[in-house]
């Protein structure tokens, strides 16, 4: 399955919950489920990672939780991007906030 942010096909969604490393060179969206549809709530980059416990130690985790309500309402969409650079991610990362505004991209990190 997959799913269209701007003109990009990001593969899932699949709930925050089911998601295991490893994780290369990937823009990702954390997603909440509301009723029939996905309302972003967070989006960022990553070079890669092995740490299964990546999204819980993330600084917006809260964020994420207080929005969906429980980490069961969690969703997460990727979009590989192998051999790509920081910057070339952080664009993507940028253009998507600058459209839909999501929520925990938006708050202070208290």
């Known amino acids: 399955m997959?799913?269209?942010?701007?003109?990009?096909?990001?593969l899932g969604p699949i709930k925050l919950s089911e998601w295991g490393p490893p994780m290369e060179e990937?823009?990702?969206?954390i997603l909440m489920?509301?009723?029939?549809?996905?309302?972003?709530?967070y989006?960022?980059?990553?070079?890669?990672?092995?740490?299964k416990d990546f999204f819980i130690k993330?600084?917006?985790?809260?964020?994420?939780i207080s929005n969906a309500g429980s980490e069961?309402?969690?969703?997460l969409s990727i979009l590989p991007m192998w051999k790509s650079g920081k910057e070339?991610?952080?664009?993507?990362?940028?253009?998507t906030i600058?459209?839909?505004?999501?929520?925990?991209?938006m708050e202070n990190d208290s």
């Open 43 to 51: 989006i960022d980059q990553s070079e890669k990672t092995e740490e």
């Open 88 to 95: 070339e991610r952080d664009r993507i990362v940028n253009k």
């Open 58 to 64: 993330n600084v917006k985790f809260k964020c994420w």
């Open 26 to 29: 990937v823009v990702y969206v």
């Open 72 to 75: 069961e309402s969690l969703y």
């Open 2 to 10: 997959t799913i269209q942010i701007l003109h990009y096909e990001f």
């Open 33 to 41: 489920r509301d009723k029939d549809s996905f309302n972003i709530l």
């Open 98 to 105: 600058a459209k839909y505004n999501p929520i925990c991209n």
